[in-house]
């Protein structure tokens, strides 16, 4: 049977004939001598025993300081050397740039225009605080909101000063508060493998929770539910907190299900996305010696998109900073602290706070985001420095003073004007297609137009909607024509059935107490227990008190059930028996991914299938294993002075970890193999962050963007032309506006007008090359027609986020993921083409993680064979000898 490892050599099975998968290791620089042993003292050997057989030359003690300067600024292997002097962190900037690097004391908002260079300013200013102020890395925490924005900061800051910037805490939200919960796990009643449910699994959860309650799901959705929990979590209130606030029936039903949901959340030792956050604050408020020993720590935080926080990320900020508005501890009637905790916690100084946003680009209230935190921020720190940045080092002046005009139409907004010293460039080009397929015709000609006179590759253009369910007709064409593209946030990749299956056999090894991906392989492959028998189950755990795991153990005790399901069940727990003795020989995430591709049959069963779809489902678990084979060669490091809380970095709860943190921006597709690259496609929200010299903004219509539902309320207009102005923003070169006179809606013709959007530019930095069919419709009506299209966000029109290729063929793997590697062949070593190692009682070994042992007992033979290993301080374990990383010696 063909192995998912093929062609991707496992780490720490190296073949000697193909040579070592481990990477060189890093060069030494060049001013780093090697130890010597210690020379004896100079007086130690009497001058006149030296002889000077020849003269020493007059220039000899003489230094050419041109030429050291140059060499200091690299190292030995041609790498730059570290900025260390302060000035230089200052080189190139602009006054506001630099006064923003340079600021101290008060609390900091830098207001930062879209291509202002904000991430230079958060990156110089980190690099100025080590360099210059004498902070320590370990004091500062940095706060993105995508794991690509944080890992390129710190690049960036480690380039400027070294490794010493490893120390730091530069992650996203939920990447920060995930490594405080591990380390304060047991003060919140759970253990530090706890499980993250990703949207799927809370909609899972929430829809037995609502089964458990008898509850129609006609007249109360769990999706409907899920998302106002969501929304109430967001706002900072528990279940016990809603439940005393619900007034009407409907809020009663939601108050019940958010209690159950809570409940069977901790029996899993799961928190969902939302919860994440909400703990964390909950953590520090509860707990005055968890905020003091945090306060202590970070002294300097700095957060990034401001804008974007929602009020829990709001007030996290304020309990780790100390602000004004942090959390009031509780006083005696005499004014004294009940909690002398929190006696201690008022005498910290409040932490160095600086954040970085732009009103003019807050796009997510839909996910709980005020704008109202930047927009009062003054008020909330009342001797804070506001800073603007409106130099433009991106955009051509044309595109800017487009986005200029846009936004300026919403009120109540800083005013800010965003200028270049660079070209004026070309002008933004606009088009009126007779439909949406004219519309995609003319993007792909015009595509065809750059590539061919070798203004543009297909990598530098991206092309924005305002929903999902407008990437239909641009896939269509593009796969006629030929043109590789790719979509960005459709059906991602983890979300993927088969991907969401496997990772749930890992999650459950992982956490054994984790009801919802239990229940989710539980007959995945079929293995005979079907809704009954779990039904069964679950009701044995509910009269026993006991979770839905320590049911499937206890199978002999359920009432009325099959003795065929019984004998399902019980291999199924023999199953997870000895996947968990994989797990717990010291194997890696992509070991234990591999056997449990192959014991459980998951993976013949698709190979054996005649289905074509099947087939791409075992390339998706083959790109799995890729994924889990670079965690393996490249785990990361754990920060300097975190200590050893948290899942051991390269273990299978951290890989876990890891892809539970992904992101669809964090996902954008690298160039090809001839570096032309593929057409990027995405909503306006996904393209936050990210810039492209050729961006064509399609379906500016009333009713399709602005969004039908923002029509008439002044709120969701106004953040409808940030988006619009997000969305001009994105563009360094060349900027495209579509629009079509008729597109289809439901199966009807659906006639819209021009985007309000495209009035508000001036004519004069528009050139249009089409602008309608000769008899273009009414331009405004009303009624059912009218923007009837809007309400749709489906996926891409049943594409599963696929692109498409060269030749018009699909890219497989799907949403944000690049096409699995293509190869069967047997070039290199995998765990299943290992020989089992044969071991004795007495024998000793060596294993990766535990180190020397002693085999003190054996049993089984073949792929069976199992060891019985003491390693002295590390214990006593069994491991499976077929998946084990153990050497005899």
């Known amino acids: 049977m063909s192995s998912l490892f093929d062609d991707l050599p496992l780490p720490g099975f190296e073949d000697p004939a193909v040579g070592s998968s481990r990477p060189a290791a890093e060069p030494v620089p060049y001013d780093e001598e090697p130890p010597y042993e210690e020379a004896p003292p100079y007086d130690a050997v009497p001058y006149d025993a030296v002889p000077f057989e020849e003269e020493i030359p007059g220039d000899l003690f003489q230094t050419d300081f041109a030429a050291q300067d140059e060499r200091d600024a690299f190292y030995r292997n041609g790498a730059a050397r570290p900025v260390i002097d302060p000035a230089q962190l200052l080189e190139g900037m602009n006054d506001p740039q630099r006064e923003a690097v340079l600021h101290h004391g008060s609390p900091v908002l830098i207001v930062a225009g879209a291509g202002s260079g904000k991430t230079r300013v958060l990156t110089h200013r980190i690099a100025h605080l080590l360099a210059a102020r004498g902070v320590q890395p370990g004091e500062i925490l940095a706060i993105t909101f995508t794991n690509k924005a944080a890992g390129e900061m710190r690049e960036r800051v480690e380039a400027l000063v070294g490794p010493r910037a490893r120390a730091m805490w530069v992650s996203t939200f939920h990447s920060a508060c995930v490594r405080i919960l591990r380390r304060e796990s047991k003060l919140l009643g759970f253990t530090s493998s706890f499980s993250i449910y990703d949207a799927a699994d809370s909609q899972r959860l929430m829809a037995l929770v609502c089964r458990d309650l008898d509850l ?21 209130i528990d279940e016990e907190t809603y439940a005393d606030q619900a007034a009407n029936p409907m809020e009663k039903k939601l108050a019940e299900a958010y209690f159950l949901y809570q409940r069977r959340l901790r029996e899993a030792n799961a928190l969902d996305f939302d919860d994440i956050i909400m703990t964390t604050v909950n953590l520090l408020q509860a707990f005055p010696d968890v905020a003091e020993h945090y306060r202590r720590r970070f002294r300097h935080i700095l957060v990034d998109e401001y804008q974007d926080t929602n009020h829990a990320q709001y007030t996290l900020v304020r309990e780790l900073s100390g602000g004004t508005a942090a959390h009031t501890p509780k006083l005696t009637v005499d004014g004294d602290f009940v909690n002398p905790a929190d006696a201690r916690l008022a005498q910290i100084p409040p932490a160095e706070l600086c954040v970085v946003g732009d009103a003019d680009q807050s796009i997510y209230a839909f996910r709980g985001a005020t704008i109202r935190n930047i927009l009062q921020f003054e008020e909330d720190y009342p001797n804070a420095t506001t800073i603007l940045l409106e130099q433009n080092y991106r955009s051509t002046q044309t595109i800017l003073s487009a986005a200029n005009a846009v936004i300026e139409r919403n009120t109540n907004r800083r005013k800010k004007n965003l200028w270049t010293a660079g070209d004026q460039g070309e002008q933004v080009v606009g088009y009126v297609a007779d439909d949406e ?28 909607y305002r929903t999902n369910a407008q990437s239909r007709v641009f896939e269509e064409v593009f796969i006629r024509v030929g043109l590789p593209y790719k979509v960005v946030g459709g059906v991602r990749f983890y979300e993927r059935k088969e991907v969401k299956d496997v990772l749930a056999y890992l999650r459950v090894l ?17 293995r005979g227990i079907g809704e009954r028998a779990e039904a069964m189950i679950d009701a044995l755990a509910a009269r026993e008190r006991i979770s839905f795991a320590q049911a499937l153990v206890r199978v002999d005790e359920a009432y009325g059930m099959a003795a065929r399901s019984a004998n399902a069940v019980r291999k199924f727990n023999e199953l997870l028996a000895g996947l968990r003795q994989v797990v717990e020989s010291g194997a890696g995430p992509a070991a234990v991914l591999e056997a449990v591709l192959e014991e459980t049959g998951y993976l013949a069963e698709l190979q054996a299938s005649t289905d074509p779809q099947d087939e791409t489902r075992v390339e998706n678990l083959q790109e799995l294993a890729s994924v889990a084979l670079e965690y393996e060669k490249d785990p990361g490091e754990r920060p300097e002075g975190e200590g050893d809380d948290g899942p051991p970095v390269g273990s299978l709860a951290d890989f876990l970890e890891r892809v539970a943190l992904v992101a669809d921006s964090d996902q954008i597709p690298e160039d090809d193999e001839d570096g032309s690259g593929v057409i990027t496609m995405m909503t306006l929200h996904t393209a936050k962050g990210l810039e492209f010299p050729v961006v064509f903004l399609t379906g500016m219509e009333d009713g399709i963007f602005p969004h039908m539902r923002a029509l008439n309320q002044v709120k969701e207009l106004e953040e409808e032309r940030r988006l619009a102005y997000v969305g001009l923003t994105r563009a360094r070169q060349r900027l495209y506006l579509t629009r079509s006179v008729l597109r289809s809606a439901w199966g009807q013709p659906s ?39 809007g309400g749709s966000s489906g996926g891409s029109g049943g594409s599963g986020g696929s692109g498409g290729s060269r030749g018009g063929g699909r890219m497989s793997g799907g949403g944000a993921h690049a096409a699995p590697k293509a190869g069967w062949g047997k070039s290199a070593r995998t765990v299943a ?50 998946y084990a990383p153990v050497e005899k010696l």
């Open 751 to 789: 006639y819209n007008p021009a985007s309000r959007f495209l009035e508000e530019i001036p004519d004069s930095l528009v050139q249009w090359k089409r602008t309608g069919a000769a008899s273009a419709p009414p331009s405004r009506l009303t009624g059912g027609s009218y923007g009837s299209y």
């Open 216 to 236: 129609d799901p006609k007249q109360f959705p769990p999706k409907s539910f899920t998302a106002k929990i969501s929304n109430l979590k967001n706002e900072l």
């Open 437 to 464: 397929h004219g519309e995609a015709q003319f993007i792909a000609d015009e595509i065809d137009r750059l590539t061919d006179a070798k203004d543009a590759r297909p990598g530098d253009v991206a092309i924005f």
């Open 833 to 882: 083409d290992r020989d089992v190692v044969a071991l004795a009682v007495g024998d000793r070994v060596t294993h990766d993680t535990f180190g020397l042992g002693t085999v003190v007992a054996t049993q089984g033979v073949g792929d069976k064979a199992q060891a019985t290993v003491d390693f002295g301080s590390a214990g006593r374990k069994q491991l499976l000898l077929r």
């Open 510 to 526: 992982s956490n054994p107490e984790d009801t919802v991906p239990l229940r989710r392989i539980l007959n995945v492959p079929k």
